[in-house]
């Protein structure tokens, strides 16, 4: 069983940055796929960024590539998703989960066992 906790979320201006952190209970976190999705309303949930279990593979939707970076570390059982140049369609609540199947992490929610409560981002042009 693993139990997720995202904390960073805010309210930040078109072109700022945010670090949102994602920490886990659980001593075989660190053997886990980790990945970023998030919601805005009235939309569907779409994948946003996914790290390996010991971070040597990352994966980032078309839409975050070069603007976001996840990153990782196992000794503090924590995932982040540090997020630059923000923008209003970024605006979304985020969730962190983890994928205790699989090696490298996929873009599917429903492969993803584990989730966190979610936490709110709300970028202003």
């Known amino acids: 069983q693993v139990q997720l906790v995202e904390s960073g979320g805010g309210f930040v201006q078109a072109g700022g940055s945010l670090r949102l952190s994602c920490a886990a209970s659980?001593?075989?976190?660190?053997?886990?796929?980790v990945a970023w999705f998030r919601q805005a309303p009235g939309k569907e949930r779409e994948f946003i960024a996914g790290?390996?279990?010991?971070?040597?593979?990352?994966n980032y939707a078309a839409s975050v590539k070069g603007r976001f970076t996840i990153s990782r570390d196992n000794a503090k059982n924590t995932v982040y998703l540090q997020m630059n140049s923000l923008k209003p369609e970024d605006t979304a609540v985020y969730y962190c989960?983890?994928?205790?199947?699989?090696?490298?992490?996929?873009?599917?929610?429903?492969?993803?066992?584990?989730w966190g409560q979610g936490t709110q981002v709300t970028v202003s042009s």
């Open positions: 790290i390996s279990s010991y971070g040597g593979n990352t």
């Open positions: 659980g001593r075989t976190f660190s053997r886990y796929v």
């Open positions: 989960a983890v994928d205790p199947w699989m090696e490298y992490p996929r873009t599917e929610s429903a492969g993803y066992d584990y």
